[in-house]
């Protein structure tokens, strides 16, 4: 799903924000999706999470489902039949997941009824005859009723002129609002067979292949779609509108050709032609970088949808009809769900807290193909404008309830970061043969994978630990604060660059635990031009650099392969031994992100932190621990005490040591 991407919901509330530029809509539908998240979270409470019980002992191999829609009072009906193997011996019953608001009509065994128990949000069937280990279990569900929502809005009505369009989006927990199934990440059918019925004049589209279309009376027709590739629940869905179809075709580099049918709205058919153009090339790049894409022997395509996030059902995704402008503005949308098909459909988490598997990869997958269309700066200059400068919580999200944190920007921008820095910790060499490897992977490879397991993989290609890495980047919060400062000693042919780095945390959020990462260090002159690679992991740090021409301008990270923030602290009078207490003005002054405060104290002891307001109002109090003699600095980031973003104005500082106290203001800009 794409990730700034889920604000593209308020599109049809604010069609005028494509009048603006890019950076505007951006921004725009990063505050539009705070809302839809909330939404979402309210209705996500509805949902049951899978408890320990017999669920976990059935292994579904096969779904058929046979869905009548009728879209002018809103309901459906749905004959489900299923197949799967016992994983226990005298295995008695079975757990499916299906919300309340839709009812169940029967449940048969071989044509016999089974005894069944339907509330909060789960089917409990008895099996009429216990199933062995390994033995078939195959089962008839046959319900009816108003499907629910969830999460993202798992089940949508709306229409165009009088025309229905429906289409439903299930990820994460959203399958089960609609149709009675395994709602397991780990369990995916090897084949899914779905029989849509809708009113003539209308297409049904789903995963998989057309099979076959047929009249069904009373001014009906049924659209009948397969997909034969292992498939996770989430990834099941239809859509149905009075749409028109294009087509494409990719030819494989073994030759083969694939069709893309793509399904448009009659009134974005003309753009439409023109954005999604670009598929086969995306394609090429994509297949090149990762393997052949994984759904060749069926389709990739694109059908329009009226609102929501664009989402990357197995083999047809879903695009908001709002992003088909006919101008290739949002080409990255359309690659960012394209290489969702290799991680995350192909590849799916073995549990959402992995997600960024699916999100971070699929938002790294941008800038690749930025960078195979526009080069290495232009990659550059993409992946910077992923930085938003400051993200909340880990790559990681143990709490998943809440999908405002799951599809948050930490997930999509920082984890697409993680794999840009794996990049510059690697080299493009042992890096792109890794992601190669594990795209490709036979035990992952229409399975799941955790994070732990692309570590593994990414140890054993380039011979490297990097438990360093994935530990401080994927579970720990924030970023390296880098403070630092430099000189040029020597002369007569032999210079040495003197430079002194400081970790500092976070303020007021005191992540303190250090980073370590290689930091390439420019160095330039009247006659050099040099880039050396230091490692730095400490509180403190001096890197003595020697050079045969002098330097006069130094760089840290001058290609951004860090996420970091860089605070070059001047040499002045703040340095040695204070003889009494001392406070300078703070620095960069005015600021925006964050600013730094250096002191100094002529005894050890503790330093009381004060800001306040122009009202007098105090916004932060903090108490350093006891500190030694010499200069020190605070970095304030423009927060109060809760966390909460000051606005813009005057502040004053105040420090004080003791019974000594110095105060200055500063200026704060947003």
Not at 582 to 591: E, G, S
Not at 616 to 630: A, W
Not at 641 to 665: D, F, I, N, T
């Amino acid at each position: 799903m794409n990730g700034w991407k889920i604000a593209l919901l308020l599109m049809c509330l604010a069609p005028s924000l494509f009048s603006q530029n890019f950076d505007n809509i951006r921004e725009a539908h990063r505050k539009g999706r705070e809302a839809e998240r909330a939404r979402a979270a309210t209705l996500l409470q509805m949902t049951k999470r899978r408890s320990a019980d017999t669920a976990g002992k059935v292994d579904i191999h096969f779904y058929r489902l046979n869905l009548e829609v009728f879209p002018q009072t809103r309901r459906i009906a749905g004959a489900l039949y299923l197949e799967g193997r016992s994983l226990a011996a005298g295995l008695s019953g079975i757990v499916l997941d299906l919300y309340n608001p839709l009812t169940i009509d029967s449940v048969l065994q071989a044509g016999a009824q089974c005894q069944f128990r339907h509330s909060g949000n789960m089917l409990e069937i008895d099996l009429n005859e216990p199933a062995g280990i390994n033995g078939t279990v195959a089962l008839e569900v046959f319900y009816q009723g108003v499907p629910g929502s969830a999460g993202l809005g798992s089940f949508n009505w709306s229409e165009y002129q009088g025309m229905p369009r429906i289409w439903t989006l299930s990820e994460p927990y959203g399958a089960p609002t609609w149709w009675p199934c395994k709602d397991d990440l780990t369990d995916k059918a090897d084949s899914v067979f779905l029989n849509i019925t809708v009113p003539e004049g209308l297409t049904a589209v789903s995963n998989g292949l057309l099979i076959a279309e047929t009249p069904a009376g009373n001014g009906r027709r049924t659209f009948s779609w397969e997909t034969r590739y292992p498939i996770s629940t989430y990834l099941v869905f239809f859509a149905a509108a009075d749409y028109l179809a294009f087509g494409d075709e990719y030819v494989s580099a073994a030759g083969d050709t694939m069709p893309l049918t793509h399904y448009v709205y009659p009134e974005r058919f003309g753009a439409a032609q023109e954005d999604f153009n670009v598929t086969p090339a995306m394609l090429e790049v994509y297949s090149e970088l990762f393997g052949e894409y994984p759904f060749i022997r069926e389709k990739y395509g694109m059908a329009s949808v009226t609102r929501g996030a664009s989402m990357e059902h197995q083999t047809l995704t879903t695009y908001n009809a709002n992003l088909i402008t006919g101008t290739h503005q949002f080409d990255h949308i359309v690659a960012h769900e394209l290489a969702h098909h290799w991680f995350g459909d192909a590849i799916t988490p073995r549990c959402w807290p992995d997600i960024w598997l699916n999100e971070g990869f699929a938002s790294y997958a941008e800038a690749l193909w930025v960078e195979a269309q526009q080069g290495g700066e232009a990659y550059r200059r993409f992946m910077r404008e992923q930085d938003l400068g400051a993200f909340d919580g880990s790559v990681y999200i143990a709490d998943t309830s809440d999908v405002r944190v799951l599809f948050g920007d930490t997930v999509y921008d920082k984890g697409a970061w993680v794999l840009h820095m794996l990049r510059g910790v690697l080299g493009d060499e042992v890096f792109f043969s890794a992601l190669h490897a594990y795209a490709t992977d036979p035990r992952f490879l229409y399975h799941n994978a955790a994070t732990a397991d692309f570590q593994a993989l990414c140890q054993a290609v380039s011979g490297r630990d990097l438990e360093w890495f994935f530990a401080q980047w994927i579970y720990r919060i924030g970023r390296p604060v880098y403070h630092y400062r430099w000189e040029v000693q020597g002369g007569g042919g032999m210079f040495t660059t003197v430079l002194d780095i400081t970790q500092q945390p976070s303020q007021p959020y005191q992540n303190a635990r250090l980073f370590t990462m290689p930091l390439e260090i420019r160095l330039r002159g009247a006659q050099l031009d040099t880039l050396v690679t230091v490692w730095d992991s400490l509180a403190q740090q001096q890197f003595r650099l020697v050079t045969a021409q002098r330097p006069t301008f130094l760089e840290i990270d001058p290609d951004d392969w860090v996420l970091k923030e860089l605070v070059e602290v001047p040499r002045d009078e703040f340095s040695g031994i204070p003889l009494d207490f001392r406070l300078a003005q703070n620095y960069p002054n005015p600021f925006n992100s964050a600013t730094v405060i250096r002191f100094g104290i002529p005894a050890p002891g503790a330093v009381l932190i004060e800001i306040f307001d122009l009202l007098g109002r105090r916004v932060l109090t903090q108490r350093t621990e006891r500190l030694i003699t010499g200069f020190h600095q605070f970095v304030w980031d423009g927060r109060d005490a809760a966390g909460r973003e000051l606005p813009s104005g005057v502040y004053v500082y105040r420090l004080s040591a003791g019974k000594q106290a110095r105060a200055a203001k500063m200026v704060l800009l947003r």
